[in-house]
Structures are given as structure tokens and as C-alpha cells.
């Protein structure tokens, strides 16, 4: 039979049949080549390197009792609950809140679905437009974009937003690439393409790698407020909560307005405080005034 196809990541080298293995098996394939250095990586290697990691965690515990059900984490839901203990272990992590008028936005967004859904086959929800809002707070504040490699920060030219999906299963953040070079519809068909991949289990390593910032939507479920871990290696991570109905005071008078919270998640050890609050107002300039985010 002929041998598998092998595919270059980087320095790495892995089959398609061993990718699909570690994606479905949720391993690190990088952790899986550090285990193998200077190997190739086949479907032999990502399962020993499952099975050493099952023994290396494996502990007795007492019995169940009659009223408890014992259910293993493995998997893509392990994988992510050890990245989550590592983020809440390395970063110094810090989330402030901003308030934003989503009122005109709302309005233009009503205006325009039926002729993005016409036109261009895209369901436009808030996303795109944040989106947006986060590369107009970058270009003031480029340390939002920022990575720390031991006593190196590294800024990054390029904004690729890794946009959280819930898969009903686990929480996977394919990477939309080259954010401010993209317009709305653009951004809109992106996430719509990427969101139904994870959702039938279909992202590439190339899909879910690169991001320099996330973004995450529990609105869509009612949440309000959040304090969001950090996507390592990077240093920030916007949450955004429920559109609500909410009575405010505007030029003296009681009015209602759809407003939403903003939810920043960063890591103190390279953004200050400051610059993370200023990064947070202008994302709410920019989403209190939308019009300008149409112009490509």
C-alpha cells in the first residue's frame, strides 16, 4: 500500500492519518514531536504517546459512591482542561470591564441581514463588527497583540482573532487570519465557514494555529459578565456578554438603550492596566459608532 501523504507544519512532520488521530485524541501534536525529537510523526507515535500520557495521570481514587457517576477526561475535553490550568498557572491574569451603547448597531445590523443573507449567503451577527473593534484598539495599543517568550515580548504585526465556538462537546477557537485586511462580509463568511467546521469536528491544525488575540461570545446563552482565561501563548481575550434592554441617562433624560458589557481579560506581566482600559474605550467608540466599519 502507499505510504500516507505527509504534510509539513513548520519544522514538524506528521501524516494526514496521524493529525486526524491527535485532533480527534486531542494531543498537542507539538507535544507529541518533543516526545519524538527529530522524527517523523505517524499514527504509531500519537498513540503511544496517548497511552504514556494516560499513565503518567492515571491514579486510584476511592469507589464511587451509589449516587456519583466516575466519567474519564480524554480527548479534546482533557486537552483543554490542562490548557486552562496551565493559563491560569503562567499568566498574570487581570479582566476589566467597559459598558457599551450597542443601540446604533443593532439598528444597522437589523438594517443589513436580509441583503448579507441575499447576497452573500452570510447570517451577520455583532461579531464581524467587534472584530473590527478590536483591530482599532490594537493599532492605538499593539502591546493587546503581544506575546511573552520568557524575557522576550513579542509584538505582533499581523492580527489573527481566534473566535471561541462552542461545540456542544468541548470549546475549540478556530483562528480567523489577517483580520484588518478583511471587510465585514468577509469577516461575517469567515467565522460562519470556521464556526461549521468545528461544530462537524472538520478544523485543521492549520484552522485552530496562529492567533494573536481572542474573542468570545456567551451573550448568544444570556451571560452577562465573565472574567475569560487567556488562549495561551497570548496576552488578552475579549469577552462580550447579553444585548439587554436597559434604561440609562442621556442628556439628563431616562431613556432605554441595548447596552452590553465588555469583559477584557490580560496578562499584567506586559499590559498595564491603563493601556488596557484605553483599549476598552476606543473598542466602545468604534462599536457606538459603526457606519465607519462598512468602509472598506
Known sequence: APRPERRDLGDLKISPLAL????EQGADIREVAASYPGQKIGKKEIFEFIE????KTKSVGPAPSPDEEIRPLTGALRAMAEHMAVSAQTAAR???????????LAKLRTALKEKFKRDYAVKLTFIPFVMKAICAGIQEFPILNASLRRDEIILHRSVHIGVAVDTGQNLLVPVVKDVPQKSIVDLGREVQRLTGKAREGKLSLQDIQGGTISLTNAGVFGALLATPIIHQPQSAILWIGKVMETPVVRDGQVVIRSMMYLCLSYDHRIIMGAQAVQFLQIIK????NPYELLIP
Open 20 to 23: 486526524k488521530i491527535a485532533q
Open 285 to 288: 467608540r468604534t462599536l457606538e
Open 52 to 55: 504514556a500520557r494516560k499513565e
Open 94 to 104: 487581570v479582566t476589566t470591564v467597559a459598558e457599551v451603547d450597542m443601540t446604533e
